[in-house]
């Protein structure tokens, strides 16, 4: 198969031209991407959270052109690509269960099919490079200009000036896409960077659910993925965003998430986090409107000394808001897991509701766990909870299931199950059991049997 065109190594102003070029976007775009580049230049990397040290971002790819555009027939995908996504089982969860999939590949999409019954009821699922030519107004309207904003941090400037690919999803006023949409992310080349950027809109009292899956290869040099998502909730809509990453144990995982929910407006994220050098991850909600809420729900695995600093935030600002953030993580392997997350109740957020619980499960005396949870309050008529435990596997529980007639691996299976269900049953069933089976691999088969090419389809 040819292989696509690789921009030099290293970052320059030429490059950001180049791939703007290369898509033929429109003047305001490359203007943003420009602009981007400028300010990631001036600014330092971020001095806390995880070492980055072994990022060298002199030395990584930062874009690949695609001889191939993306196809809403897999039988046009070329087949060493068209393989990898039937290896994950993409093509056959579009058959079942799905209502609409893109895949990318590296920097560029390679396929993107939305059902005829969804588009009818004029719903809009794009590959983001082509809804910037395609629906200039709403994109340049949305695009990193109030949500996600361009100068938020470094990796918020990087990713505004190299992106590629990603989704682009608007919903009508009152439509409920009962299907869920799909992308699936690949990052298959060493020493490279994946920049896809995802925008949803979901107008007045419609409903969606959304699967992002992630995964790449094992390369000795450090990778990196730094996407970007933005999500527009509108008054008394529902949007349920489902994220499961299980990157390579070489790849910086480097994104960024935000939504800005409206009045009545209900905003989850479900996120499974695996793999991985080193995660920063803090899916956000601005809940802007009153009595809007949101929910964070995330399961954090770290093995084989991976540092995963992991969290969430909400900023309450409407009347009657209320959020709640639930973290469970696993640390074996001497790996760190963090909790990272912040609670900010401004004083127009009356009778605002609050609540958070980080739990570790530590299945080794080297692993370490820790907890940052920054909670602000203004006024005194909001509530606002903590609570948080760190412990190991419970010997008596162990012991009891072994006297029942489990093994000890299939006690262990329990006790971490049990840990995780909570989390594990807002997946799709489909994705729980693959789930359940990427901690087995992890935590109980060990890690010498864990093929670097599969991912969580």
């Not at 029942?404 to 971490?416: K, Q, T, Y």
């Amino acid at each position: 198969m040819d292989r696509p065109h690789e921009h030099n190594i290293g970052l320059v102003e030429d490059t950001v031209r180049q791939i703007s070029s290369s898509k033929g976007e429109p003047e305001w775009m490359l203007e943003l991407r420009l602009r981007a580049f400028a300010l990631w230049q001036e600014t330092e990397m971020p001095k806390w959270g995880p070492d980055l040290s072994g990022l060298d971002l002199a030395n990584i790819s930062y874009y690949s052109e695609p001889l191939h555009g993306a196809s809403e027939d897999w039988g046009e995908v070329p087949d060493e690509i068209r393989d990898t996504f039937v290896a994950l089982g993409i093509p056959k969860a579009e058959r079942e269960y799905l209502g609409g999939v893109g895949a990318q590949f590296d920097s560029g999409a390679v396929y993107h099919r939305l059902k005829a019954s969804l588009e009818a009821k004029g719903v809009i699922f794009e590959d983001m490079d082509v809804a910037v030519k395609k629906y200039p107004d709403i994109v340049r309207k949305h695009f990193m200009t109030s949500c996600v904003r361009i100068e938020e941090h470094k990796f918020s400037m990087l990713h505004a000036a190299c992106w590629s690919g990603g989704t682009f999803i608007y919903v009508p006023n009152g439509v409920a896409v009962e299907l869920p949409l799909q992308a699936y992310f690949r990052m298959n080349k060493m020493r490279s960077a994946q920049f896809e950027h995802t925008l949803i809109i979901v107008e007045e009292a419609a409903r969606l659910t959304y699967i992002e899956g992630c995964s790449a290869p094992q390369y000795v040099a450090a990778s990196l993925h730094a996407g970007c998502v933005e999500i527009f909730v509108g008054k008394s809509a529902e949007m349920r965003y489902i994220s499961i990453e299980n990157w390579s144990k070489n790849t910086y995982n480097l994104n960024t998430k935000k939504s800005i929910v409206a009045e009545d407006g209900n905003m989850m994220w479900v996120s499974g986090n695996m793999g991985a050098k080193v995660s920063m991850l803090y899916p956000s909600s601005i809940l802007l409107g009153d009595r809007s809420h949101s929910e964070s729900l995330s399961i954090v695995v770290g093995g084989d000394g991976q540092v995963q600093d992991v969290g969430a935030k909400a900023i309450l600002l409407g009347a009657d808001t209320s959020a709640s953030i639930i973290s469970r993580s696993i640390a074996s392997g001497g790996s760190v897991v963090g909790y990272r997350g912040l609670v900010d109740v401004h004083g127009s957020a009356r009778h605002a509701l609050a609540h958070v619980v980080c739990d570790t499960l530590l299945l080794d005396g080297e692993s370490r766990s820790y907890a940052f949870p920054v909670t602000r309050v203004c006024g005194s008529t909001s509530s606002v909870s903590h609570e948080a435990r760190v412990g190991r596997v419970n010997d008596d529980a162990l012991f009891y299931l072994k006297h029942l007639g489990f093994s000890e691996r299939e006690a262990m299976r329990v006790l971490i199950g049990g840990f995780l269900h909570p989390i594990i049953k807002e997946l799709p069933l489909e994705y729980a059991v693959e789930f359940n089976r990427l901690i087995d691999i992890e935590f109980l088969e060990g890690e010498s049997r864990r093929s670097p090419h599969k991912a969580l389809s």
